[in-house]
C-alpha cells in the first residue's frame, strides 16, 4: 500500500507542479544495490563529493575532525559536537577504496574547507575556505594545483564570485554555502547559497566571461521557496544534478536531474526515482564520467551503486573518457601541458596537465564522431607533439593514451653553412586597468604583432621573458598576487598562437617604471614585460 500512495502522491505534484517527471526505475529497484562506502564514512558528516574522471579519486568533505589543526564547532551532528570541516580523499587501488586521508596544508586549515571539485586531469581542486582574509584575496572559493604529490598555490577566483560573497556581508552575517559546482571546461560554477545554512538555500550561477573574469551570480530558475543543495555539473557538460524538497518527491531532500542550456534555462526537471529517492535526505549525486556508477548523500553518510542499462533515463549524454599517460624518451613519466581540439570545427575542447610524478591525466568531453588532435607540450622542454586519432562508433568509451616522442637517433645531414640571420627584437610593455587581469582589446593587437613577427621561426632558438608588475596600491602580498594572475593571462595568450618557450616571473610594485605619485604614472605602472631573446634564428 505504502509504495502506491508514493506514486499517487507523485503523480499529484507532476499535475500541481507540471515541472518535473519521476523516472520510471522503481519496478527496477529491485535489480541494483545500492550501498554505504564504509570505508571512507565517519561518525560525523561526509557529504559534497567529487570524483576524477577515471574513477580513481573520490574527494569530500568531513567534519571528522583527526587533524592536527582540527577545532570542535559550535555545531551538533546526530548529538555530537562537529569539528571544523576539512576536504579528504579517497584512492581506489585495484577496484577497492582505500582508507581515506586528508589534504594537506595549505588546503585544509582550521577555518573549514568544503566543496572540493576535482578537475578532469586531477590536477588542480576547486574549493571552499573562510579562513581569515578571504575578503582580501579573492575567496571564498579558491583554485588549487598538484604538482607531483604536493598541492600548491592556493588562489582566490576573484571576479563575480568574490563580489557577490563579499555583497552579502551584513551584521557580520554572511552568506551560508552547501554544495558547488565547476563544469568540466571550467566555465561554469553553481552554488547553493542562502543567508541561514539551516534555512532554504538557492542555486547560483556564474560563468567565465571572455576576459577570464567570473560573471556576478545570479539565481537559477530552478530554485524554489524551499531549499536546493549539491548541485553537480556531468562530464558533458550540461547535465545538471541537484538536491531538492521543492519540486515534490519521496520525501526530506530528493535528487533530480535537468539540463542547463547557454541561456541559464533549463530543460524538464527529472526526480531520478528509486532506490536513489528515499523518505530519508537524499542529495549530493555524482555519476562517473564512464556513466556507470554513481556516489550520492543520505542522511549525510557516503552511498555507492553500479549502474545498467535499466538506468539510462538517469545518466547525462554520452561521453569519451582519455586516460592518458605521458613519457620521455627514457620512459619516465613527465609533466605536459595537454591541449584537445575537434580538428573539423578548428575548436580547442579541452586543456590538462600530466602530474610530474606519474605521468598521467585525463580528458572527458562529449562523444561526438570525428577528427581529434591532442597537442602535447613537454613542461621546460622544446617538445612538442601532435596525436590525431578519430572517434567512430566502434571506439571505446575509454581510450588509454600512452604519449612518448620518436626517439630513435637522428643521424644528422652535412649541409652547407648558411649565413646567420639577426634574431627580430622584440620589446613591449601590456597594460592593464586597475586591479584587473583581463586583457584589453588594445593590448591584445600588441600580441598579435608578437605572434605575427614569431610566425615560421624556430621557436626552440627562441625564448620570451615575462615579467608581471603592479602600481602601488594594495599590500604587497595582494600586489605579487596580481603580478602573477597577469603574467599568466599573457602567457596563456602566447602559449595558444606560438610554440616559443616561455619564462614567467612577477615582482610586484617592486620595480616602478615611474613614480607612483600620479594616476598617469600608476596606470604605466600597472603593465606586463615582454623581451625576446636567443640565439640567432637560422632561415
Given at each position: 500500500m505504502r509504495f502506491f500512495l508514493s506514486v499517487f502522491y507523485l503523480a499529484v505534484i507532476n499535475l500541481l507542479h507540471g515541472q518535473f517527471s519521476v523516472v520510471d526505475s522503481l519496478v527496477n529497484k529491485e535489480s541494483i544495490s545500492v550501498s554505504p562506502l564504509e570505508i571512507v564514512n565517519s561518525p560525523y558528516r561526509d557529504v559534497n563529493l567529487s570524483i576524477t574522471p577515471n574513477g580513481k579519486y573520490l574527494f569530500f568533505m568531513s567534519g571528522r575532525g583527526e587533524t592536527r589543526w582540527s577545532l570542535k564547532k559550535e555545531?551538533?551532528?546526530?548529538?555530537?559536537?562537529?569539528?571544523?570541516?576539512?576536504?579528504?580523499?579517497?584512492?581506489?587501488?585495484?577496484?577497492?577504496?582505500?582508507?581515506?586521508?586528508?589534504?594537506?596544508?595549505?588546503?585544509?586549515?582550521?577555518?573549514?574547507?568544503?566543496?572540493?571539485?576535482?578537475?578532469?586531469?586531477?590536477?588542480?581542486?576547486?574549493?571552499?575556505?573562510?579562513?581569515?582574509?578571504?575578503?582580501?584575496?579573492?575567496?571564498?572559493?579558491?583554485?588549487?594545483?598538484?604538482?607531483?604529490?604536493?598541492?600548491?598555490?592556493?588562489?582566490?577566483?576573484?571576479?563575480?564570485?568574490?563580489?557577490?560573497?563579499?555583497?552579502?556581508?551584513?551584521?557580520?552575517?554572511?552568506?551560508?554555502?552547501?554544495?558547488?559546482?565547476?563544469?568540466?571546461?571550467?566555465?561554469?560554477?553553481?552554488?547553493?547559497?542562502?543567508?541561514?545554512?539551516?534555512?532554504?538555500?538557492?542555486?547560483?550561477?556564474?560563468?567565465?566571461?571572455?576576459?577570464?573574469?567570473?560573471?556576478?551570480?545570479?539565481?537559477?530558475?530552478?530554485?524554489?521557496?524551499?531549499?536546493?543543495?549539491?548541485?553537480?555539473?556531468?562530464?558533458?557538460?550540461?547535465?545538471?544534478?541537484?538536491?531538492?524538497?521543492?519540486?515534490?518527491?519521496?520525501?526530506?531532500?530528493?535528487?533530480?536531474?535537468?539540463?542547463?542550456?547557454?541561456?541559464?534555462?533549463?530543460?524538464?526537471?527529472?526526480?531520478?526515482?528509486?532506490?536513489?529517492?528515499?523518505?530519508?535526505?537524499?542529495?549530493?549525486?555524482?555519476?562517473?564520467?564512464?556513466?556507470?556508477?554513481?556516489?550520492?548523500?543520505?542522511?549525510?553518510?557516503?552511498?555507492?551503486?553500479?549502474?545498467?542499462?535499466?538506468?539510462?533515463?538517469?545518466?547525462?549524454?554520452?561521453?569519451?573518457?582519455?586516460?592518458?599517460?605521458?613519457?620521455?624518451?627514457?620512459?619516465?613519466?613527465?609533466?605536459?601541458?595537454?591541449?584537445?581540439?575537434?580538428?573539423?570545427?578548428n575548436k580547442l575542447l579541452a586543456t590538462a596537465r600530466s602530474n610530474s610524478l606519474s605521468g598521467e591525466y585525463s580528458i572527458a568531453i562529449p562523444r561526438i564522431e570525428g577528427k581529434y588532435r591532442q597537442r602535447i607540450r613537454y613542461f621546460n622542454d622544446t617538445t612538442l607533439l601532435r596525436k590525431d586519432f578519430d572517434i567512430t562508433e566502434d571506439t571505446p568509451q575509454l581510450l588509454e593514451l600512452t604519449i612518448q616522442p620518436d626517439c630513435a637517433p637522428i643521424v644528422p645531414?652535412?649541409?652547407?653553412?648558411?649565413?646567420?640571420?639577426?634574431?627580430?627584437?622584440?620589446?613591449?610593455?601590456?597594460?592593464?586597468?586597475?586591479?584587473?587581469q583581463a586583457l584589453k582589446s588594445e593590448e591584445k593587437l600588441k600580441l598579435d604583432s608578437l605572434v605575427s613577427l614569431l610566425q615560421g621561426l624556430d621557436g626552440s632558438m627562441l625564448q620570451l621573458h615575462i615579467v608581471g608588475h603592479t602600481d602601488s596600491w594594495g599590500s604587497d602580498e595582494y600586489n605579487i598576487k596580481l603580478s602573477q594572475r597577469r603574467a599568466a593571462t599573457v602567457a596563456d595568450y602566447l602559449r595558444q598562437h606560438t610554440d616559443v618557450a616561455l619564462q614567467v616571473t612577477y615582482e610586484g610594485e617592486a620595480i616602478p617604471l615611474l613614480d607612483n605619485t600620479t594616476s598617469e604614472n600608476r596606470a604605466r605602472n600597472r603593465r606586463v614585460a615582454i623581451m625576446l631573446s636567443g640565439k640567432d634564428a637560422q632561415h
Open positions: 555545531t551538533t551532528f546526530r548529538g555530537k559536537v562537529e569539528y571544523d570541516g576539512d576536504i579528504w580523499f579517497s584512492e581506489r587501488v585495484d577496484s577497492i577504496w582505500q582508507s581515506p586521508k586528508y589534504l594537506p596544508l595549505p588546503i585544509n586549515s582550521a577555518k573549514s574547507e568544503d566543496e572540493p571539485n576535482i578537475s578532469p586531469d586531477g590536477q588542480t581542486v576547486y574549493f571552499q575556505s573562510w579562513h581569515d582574509g578571504w575578503e582580501m584575496d579573492g575567496g571564498p572559493y579558491y583554485r588549487a594545483e598538484l604538482y607531483g604529490n604536493r598541492w600548491q598555490n592556493p588562489t582566490g577566483l576573484y571576479g563575480g564570485i568574490h563580489q557577490f560573497f563579499k555583497d552579502s556581508m551584513s551584521y557580520y552575517r554572511r552568506y551560508a554555502t552547501d554544495g558547488m559546482a565547476i563544469s568540466p571546461n571550467g566555465k561554469i560554477f553553481i552554488v547553493a547559497a542562502g543567508v541561514d545554512y539551516d534555512g532554504d538555500l538557492d542555486l547560483y550561477i556564474s560563468r567565465k566571461l571572455d576576459n577570464n573574469d567570473w560573471s556576478y551570480p545570479k539565481r537559477l530558475v530552478i530554485s524554489t521557496k524551499k531549499e536546493e543543495r549539491s548541485v553537480f555539473i556531468a562530464a558533458d557538460g550540461k547535465t545538471v544534478y541537484f538536491g531538492s524538497s521543492g519540486h515534490g518527491g519521496f520525501g526530506g531532500l530528493d535528487i533530480f536531474k535537468t539540463t542547463l542550456y547557454d541561456d541559464d534555462s533549463f530543460g524538464e526537471i527529472t526526480n531520478i526515482g528509486a532506490p536513489f529517492n528515499t523518505k530519508e535526505h537524499d542529495f549530493g549525486f555524482i555519476i562517473g564520467a564512464l556513466g556507470n556508477e554513481v556516489f550520492f548523500v543520505r542522511n549525510d553518510d557516503i552511498y555507492y551503486a553500479q549502474l545498467g542499462a535499466q538506468f539510462n533515463a538517469i545518466k547525462p549524454s554520452p561521453t569519451l573518457v582519455i586516460n592518458g599517460l605521458v613519457l620521455d624518451c627514457k620512459q619516465r613519466p613527465v609533466q605536459a601541458n595537454i591541449e584537445l581540439y575537434d580538428i573539423t570545427q645531414k652535412v649541409l652547407p653553412p648558411r649565413p646567420a640571420l639577426p634574431m627580430p627584437t622584440f620589446d613591449a610593455l601590456i597594460y592593464f586597468d586597475f586591479d584587473k
